[in-house]
């Protein structure tokens, strides 16, 4: 099924420059959750376990040319552990997936998806520290037409091979003198996507890792100063052994104007050198890059308009955009982006998006609609353009039925050459609570791609049942 996707971008580490506002190390969201927590409130530690099954049966499982049809039944386990106090909080989870499968070839029986996640958070009054880490090995074959680039967005590459894909990343973020004059962040991040037993050539491996320290100076209240260095470095085994290597500095700053307008800006100086191994080549882009946000609070939202200039491997990129959000009388939510984004010397491409979140008695529903511009791992600029829908309706207490739709198209925004392909899916899932900790979820769906290689279509239906333990407390 495809899910709303971000930006397919390449932009090397200056994804830093959002914001002067932003450079911040940690998420001040995260460890506010824990700080929030009065320190004689504080949850007893919770430790959970799911168990699920799931019989799954597809006419063509990869939307393959000719159809193959594939029949899995998945067995899941996974355990999750959580602890909150009043500065901070630890949370991990252990989840594999055994499977026994009709069609060897595409989807090995055996044990899959083993998968391990960290997040710890802690927060004093002048310091903040936040760790995360994950693990997960799963089939090239579970892929949709999309893999995870290292700033976390979704660059559109078809991986058609069988063959599995193992994706470790670990971050590191720290914060010192929240409350005093001059503060300190440091911000260090890795990320590994490696292959096996794959001959896809877009399925190659990618290894990043990043840095970011800034140093924070506080005049007064209504007033930040960022100074920052960033830097980072990649390696992809694709067809041109591609080696990245980006380093910079910035400066910045955040002014509250008034209790409902701010202003915040940022400026700095890149440098980019991309070695093509394969062919003994290589590139360099330098100069400048920055971003200028005017952002105000209304009483039910907020407004503001942004221009950025980003550097990546190719060059510069000029982006001027409108933004608003606001919560409507009937408690519907409604937010809307809308701008361009150019290169010097191409046409500008249509950037945005708009969602619409609304309620009715007895059921909820959204309609959203994305438009994203950026550069992929092959120096190639792609446009995706994002259409989905969905519809949850209450049947009772203890049933639903939920419809959605969903349409995407990947193609060339101007820059290089990249085939156009269409996919749509829809589905409709029936989920009831059997007894209290046990679901059941039957649905089908139809799936559609459009590509240069033909039209490849699949239907499908599934039953699961699931069943969560509570451990402790």
């Given at each position: 099924m495809i899910r709303r996707r971000g930006t397919a971008r390449k932009t090397i580490i200056v994804a830093v420059a959002c914001t002067a506002a932003a450079v911040g190390v940690l998420p001040r969201a995260d460890a506010q959750q824990a700080s929030d927590v009065p320190a004689n409130q504080a949850p007893p530690p919770r430790l959970v376990l799911n168990f699920g099954t799931r019989?799954?049966?597809?006419?063509?499982?990869?939307?393959?040319?000719?159809?193959?049809?594939?029949?899995?039944?998945?067995?899941?386990?996974?355990?999750?552990?959580?602890?909150?106090?009043?500065?901070?909080?630890?949370?991990?989870?252990?989840?594999?997936?055994?499977?026994?499968?009709?069609?060897?070839?595409?989807?090995?029986?055996?044990?899959?998806?083993?998968?391990?996640?960290?997040?710890?958070?802690?927060?004093?009054?002048?310091?903040?520290?936040?760790?995360?880490?994950?693990?997960?090995?799963?089939?090239?074959?579970?892929?949709?037409?999309?893999?995870?680039?290292p700033d976390g967005s979704l660059s559109p590459q078809p991986i058609v091979s069988s063959g599995t894909v193992s994706t470790a990343s670990a971050r590191?973020?720290?914060?010192?003198?929240?409350?005093?004059?001059?503060?300190?962040?440091?911000?260090?991040?890795?990320?590994?996507?490696?292959?096996?037993?794959?001959?896809?050539?877009?399925?190659?491996?990618?290894?990043?890792?990043?840095?970011?320290?800034?140093?924070?100076?506080?005049?007064?209240?209504?007033?930040?100063?960022?100074?920052?260095?960033?830097?980072?470095?990649?390696?992809?085994?694709?067809?041109?052994?591609?080696?990245?290597?980006?380093?910079?500095a910035y400066v910045g700053v955040s002014r509250a104007l008034s209790p409902v307008l701010s202003l915040s800006g940022q400026l700095g100086y890149q440098r980019s050198e991309t070695d093509f191994v394969a062919t003994g080549t290589s590139q360099i882009s330098k100069g400048a890059y920055g971003n200028l946000s005017l952002t105000r609070d209304t009483r039910t939202g907020s407004q503001g308009v942004t221009y950025t200039a980003a550097r990546?491997?190719?060059?510069?990129?000029?982006?001027?955009?409108?933004?608003?959000?606001?919560?409507?009388?009937?408690?519907?939510?409604?937010?809307?982006?809308?701008?361009?984004?150019?290169?010097?010397?191409?046409?500008?491409?249509?950037?945005?998006?708009?969602?619409?979140?609304?309620?009715?008695?007895?059921?909820?529903?959204?309609?959203?609609?994305?438009?994203?511009?950026?550069?992929?791992?092959?120096?190639?600029?792609?446009?995706?353009?994002?259409v989905g829908a969905s519809y949850t309706h209450s049947i009772n207490a203890l049933s639903n039925l939920a419809l959605s739709l969903d349409w995407a198209r990947v193609g060339s925004a101007g820059y290089g050459s990249y085939p156009t392909t269409k996919r749509q899916t829809v589905e409709v899932v029936y989920s009831h609570e059997l007894a209290k900790g046990w679901n059941l979820n039957a649905g089908v769906q139809h799936r559609r791609q459009e590509s240069s290689a033909g039209t490849a279509r699949s239907n499908g239906a599934f039953l699961s049942i699931g069943r969560s333990f509570t451990l402790l407390p």
């Open positions: 019989l799954n049966h597809e006419s063509n499982y990869k939307l393959t040319i000719p159809a193959r049809a594939v029949t899995t039944f998945d067995t899941t386990l996974g355990l999750h552990f959580n602890s909150t106090t009043h500065i901070q909080r630890l949370s991990f989870s252990l989840s594999a997936l055994g499977r026994l499968s009709s069609d060897g070839a595409v989807a090995e029986s055996g044990l899959h998806e083993p998968a391990a996640r960290l997040s710890y958070s802690r927060e004093t009054k002048d310091a903040r520290l936040k760790i995360d880490g994950s693990y997960m090995r799963r089939p090239t074959s579970q892929s949709i037409g999309y893999t995870t680039l590191l973020g720290f914060e010192t003198g929240l409350r005093a004059p001059v503060g300190f962040g440091l911000n260090l991040e890795g990320y590994n996507r490696l292959y096996s037993g794959t001959t896809d050539p877009n399925a190659y491996d990618v290894r990043t890792r990043s840095a970011n320290a800034v140093l924070k100076l506080h005049p007064s209240k209504v007033v930040e100063y960022d100074l920052g260095l960033i830097w980072s470095r990649e390696h992809d085994t694709n067809a041109l052994l591609t080696r990245r290597r980006s380093s910079g990546d491997s190719i060059g510069l990129r000029n982006t001027l955009s409108l933004d608003a959000k606001t919560t409507l009388r009937d408690g519907a939510q409604l937010s809307a982006r809308i701008g361009a984004a150019a290169r010097p010397g191409h046409a500008a491409q249509l950037v945005g998006k708009l969602r619409y979140d609304g309620k009715l008695p007895d059921a909820k529903y959204a309609v959203s609609i994305d438009r994203r511009v950026g550069l992929n791992a092959n120096d190639v600029d792609v446009a995706e353009l994002h």
